[in-house]
T-cell receptor
Framework: SQQGEEDPQALSIQEGENATMNCSYK?????LQWYRQNSGRGLVHLIL?????REKHSGRLRVTLDTSKKSSSLLITASRAADTASYFC????????????FGKGTTLSVSS | GAVVSQHPSRVICKSGTSVKIECRSL??????MFWYRQFPKQSLMLMAT?????????EQGVEKDKFLINHASLTLSTLTVTSAHPEDSSFYIC?????????????FGPGTRLTVL
């Protein structure tokens, strides 16, 4: 099962520009996490934001969470070619022992 | 952070054979592990939840007799794809849930690329 949509599905930008990806989900959550995946590789955990938080920063990453709209956004500032990857949001519910459920992902391409 | 390994990282097999994939939590105990499948250019789809010492819980549409899961210890879960067919070719990713301290996080393995000829 999947939680919902991410948009855009694909995003192409130039180095130095900012990239914004959005994620919507359907159920109540305990936290929402963002992951990066380079082509054919495993997942890299980027950031976790809890349901009682509205914004979180980590380096060039900024994540927002709006639980009333059941949506989150990931902003990557001053993008680099190395940021080229697929980005997924994943939600965790309050029910103990349940798995993370992933969104469909956004494929980001940063050209130099 | 905690480390989860998968073995093998890549496997090619003939149609009709069975393939076993191992998922190990290397430096923590995981009472719960999860198996995901990812087709090309798609997201991760949860296949099943593996609980140590009990039967796995499968998601709707996932055949439990085809995807056998055994969680024999607190550090090892195995997924066996029985009688594999080309449509089973996919990227299989496991994760282990760490519930220590104030963290409640899933740690992901690096994935296993299965190609069925």
């Amino acid at each position: 099962s999947q939680q919902g949509e991410e948009d855009p599905q694909a995003l192409s930008i130039q180095e130095g520009e900012n990239a914004t990806m959005n994620c919507s989900y359907k159920t109540s959550i305990n936290n929402l996490q963002w992951y990066r995946q380079n082509s054919g590789r495993g997942l890299v955990h980027l950031i976790l934001i809890r349901s009682n938080e509205r914004e979180k920063h980590s380096g060039r990453l900024r994540v927002t969470l709006d639980t009333s709209k059941k949506s989150s956004s990931l902003l990557i500032t001053a993008s680099r070619a190395a940021d080229t990857a697929s980005y997924f949001c994943a939600t965790a519910t309050n029910q103990a022992g349940t798995a993370l459920i992933f969104g469909k992902g956004t494929t980001l391409s940063v050209s130099s | 952070g905690a480390v989860v390994s998968q073995h093998p990282s890549r496997v090619i097999c003939k149609s009709g054979t069975s393939v076993k994939i191992e998922c190990r939590s290397l430096d923590f105990q995981a009472t719960t592990m999860f198996w995901y499948r990812q087709f090309p250019k798609q997201s991760l789809m949860l296949m099943a939840t593996s609980n140590e010492g009990s039967k796995a819980t499968y998601e709707q549409g996932v055949e439990k007799d085809k995807f056998l899961i055994n969680h024999a210890s607190l550090t090892l879960s195995t997924l066996t794809v029985t009688s594999a067919h080309p449509e089973d070719s996919s990227f299989y990713i496991c994760s282990a849930r760490y519930s220590g301290g104030s963290a409640d996080t899933q740690y992901f393995g690096p994935g296993t690329r299965l190609t069925v000829l």
